[in-house]
Nanobody, 112 residues
């Protein structure tokens, strides 16, 4: 299972750090990802990180968001800086091991 946390309300230009803790899966061998879904939109990939620590991010968040992982804590993070109103969405952590695993989602709201 994946348990996400860290969302909230922040002003434009602010920062938040999301966390996603894994349990019951072999965390260290999995790639992990963050997706987001804004109201009325499809779910989109924000960032992902391989088991070796290689990362990539969507163009819309490059230079502002950073994904990282702590295998000892079985946790993946999404550091979000210089937030914009268009970053407002529900953020989900995700991995795949035999099947898809989704976290429950955490709401991020950026006020203008």
């Amino acid at each position: 299972q994946l348990q996400a946390s860290g969302g909230g309300l922040v002003q434009t230009g602010g920062s938040l750090r999301l966390s996603c803790k894994a349990s019951g899966i072999n965390f260290s061998i999995n790639y992990m990802a963050w997706y987001r879904q804004a109201l009325g939109n499809e779910r989109e990939l924000v960032a992902r990180i391989t088991s070796a620590g290689t990362t990539n991010c969507a163009d819309s968040v490059k230079g502002r968001f950073t994904i990282s992982r702590d295998n000892a804590r079985r946790t993946v993070y999404l550091q979000m800086s210089f937030l914009k109103p268009e970053d407002t969405a529900v953020y989900f952590c995700y991995t795949h091991l035999s099947r898809d695993f989704w976290g429950q989602g955490t709401q991020v709201t950026v006020s203008s």
